[in-house]
């Protein structure tokens, strides 16, 4: 048998089974294509309310930002500060689904670290975290989100006092992105509540282990200061609180 004559037996045995069942591939054609439509329209109107969100974020941002580095402190302008703290967290909360969403709420839990509400702000760290955990993102934002909300959520465990807990969540750190810019950051927290929790020995140990880590050299003459000061004082000094918000504009 030659390569037409195999063709043509090919070709005959479609026609056959499109006539006969013509009408269920009729039905199954127009679902796909009625599928294909209902996506694409869902995806265009998502598209478009996440670029509506992302301007709100932005502008709220800015708005913040500007009246934080303002020396002027009127009570004017703190109302405003927490009318706009109270905008992100609602615009937060209705489009947690988007990433501009979790960044506003990301942003409307700095509210509450400043005001002293630390149970509020980690609830809402660690559901930024939870909605995002970034391991499958790409390119330079990758993990950028999920893991300042993780590393916000244990500041404001330190800050409730629950040492252990704070532990727990930035040694998840280490494990979640141990190639995150904000490792030394984490490991110098790891060792300030070791200290405060009397774990004096693991302290020591951690900051020998980041000296002799040549990926945190930046870090070193810092990590000297503190093993010296925890040496002397058998304490290390909290991590003091931003006084402004995240510059978390990005997309």
């Known amino acids: 048998m030659n390569l037409s004559q195999t063709i043509r037996d090919y070709a005959e045995i479609a026609s056959g089974f499109i006539a006969r069942f013509r009408v269920l591939v ?77 960044r506003a709420l990301f942003l409307s839990a700095h509210g509450e670290m400043q005001t002293g509400q630390f149970a509020k702000a980690r609830e809402k760290y660690l559901l930024v975290h939870q909605k995002n955990p970034g391991l499958f993102q790409f390119g330079a934002g990758r993990h950028y989100l999920a893991a300042n909300a993780l590393y916000y959520a244990a500041l404001a465990t330190e800050e409730e006092g629950q040492i252990d807990k704070a532990i727990e969540l930035l040694r998840k750190f280490e494990r979640s992105y141990p190639t995150h ?23 020591v140990a951690l900051f020998d282990k980041m000296l002799a880590d040549k990926n945190l050299e930046p870090y070193h003459a810092r990590v000297s200061d503190q093993k010296k000061i925890l040496m002397l004082r058998g304490v290390l000094p909290k991590q003091p609180l931003l006084q402004s918000p995240p510059k978390f504009l990005g997309n």
């Open 181 to 203: 810019w904000l490792l030394g950051e984490v490991q110098l927290s790891i060792a300030r509540n070791l200290a405060a929790g009397g774990k004096m020995d693991q302290a």
């Open 26 to 102: 009729v039905i199954v054609v127009a679902f796909l294509v009625l599928a294909f439509g209902s996506w694409l329209v869902f995806s265009t109107v998502q598209s478009s309310k996440e670029k509506e969100v992302s301007r709100t974020v932005n502008r709220l941002s800015i708005e913040l930002i500007n009246l934080a580095q303002n020396s002027e402190s009127s009570l004017e302008a703190q109302d405003r500060i927490a009318a706009i703290y109270a905008e992100l967290e609602k615009t937060g909360r209705a489009n947690l689904r988007t990433q501009n969403g979790l």
